[in-house]
């Protein structure tokens, strides 16, 4: 008797249910000035992932050659001057 019961409520809800059910309509047509929006905040947050990528990837890399005991990348201050006016002439 329960599982009639049951079962013919939920017959019931499924039959009403599927009779309310009703498709949204399409969204508009973006403009242009929105699709120029959208690209330039999706530029913005690639070049912004791209950063903090980057970061996270040097932060690593600085954390490994701490740890293993090897010798950090030199840096430009560090260079004797006669190296730094060789690499301005390159350029």
Do not use: C, W
């Not at 309509?25 to 950063?51: G, I, L, S, V, Y």
Request: net charge positive; glycine share 4%; no cysteine.
């Amino acid at each position: 008797m329960k599982t009639t019961a049951i079962a013919l409520a939920l017959s019931a809800g499924l039959a009403f249910g599927a009779g309310a059910y009703a498709k949204l309509p399409p969204a508009p047509a973006k403009t242009d000035a929105e699709k120029a929006a959208e690209a330039t905040k999706a530029a913005a947050a690639k070049a912004h992932d791209a950063e903090a990528l980057a970061k996270a990837e040097d932060q690593a890399v600085a954390n490994y050659r701490k740890n293993k005991g090897m010798a950090p990348e030199p840096k430009a201050a560090a260079m004797p001057a006669r190296a730094m006016k060789a690499e301005k002439k390159k350029k």
